[in-house]
């Protein structure tokens, strides 16, 4: 069985920092792994993305320079740094994964398995 669980959420000021984990489990071992958020009232958006097999990389272009994605393979635990946080990277942020992408990288047609979700909360 599938599980994905994320951690790490909580309320920070802007310029704050928050590390958001994502523990897989039930997966084969190169998938496409990735974060996703969604604000109220906005759609769901996809914030950027890994390839354990290789460990490529991609990112949203809101957060580019201040997040980063990475794994921990031993764990089969996925991370996302987040510095310098704004405003609007108030948001659900969600964990997905799928072993073969069939669309854009932020499509979340793309993605099979999804996590709860963990709320980041940034404030002035």
């Known amino acids: 069985q599938v599980q994905l669980v994320e951690s790490g959420g909580g309320s920070v000021q802007a310029g704050g920092t928050l590390r958001l984990s994502c523990a897989a489990s039930?997966?084969?071992?190169?998938?496409?792994m990735a974060w996703f958020r969604q604000a109220p009232r906005k759609e769901r958006e996809g914030v950027a993305r890994?390839?354990?097999?290789?460990?490529?990389?991609l990112y949203a272009d809101s957060v580019k320079g201040r997040f980063t994605i990475s794994q921990d393979t031993a764990k089969n635990t996925m991370y996302l740094q987040m510095n310098n946080l704004k405003l609007e990277d108030t948001a659900m942020y969600y964990c997905?994964?799928?072993?073969?992408?069939?669309?854009?990288?932020?499509?979340?047609?793309?993605?099979?398995?999804w996590g709860q979700g963990t709320q980041v909360t940034v404030s002035s």
């Open positions: 039930g997966l084969p071992g190169r998938i496409y």
């Open positions: 890994i390839y354990t097999g290789s460990g490529s990389v």
């Open positions: 997905a994964a799928v072993q073969a992408v069939g669309y854009a990288w932020s499509d979340l047609r793309s993605y099979r398995y």
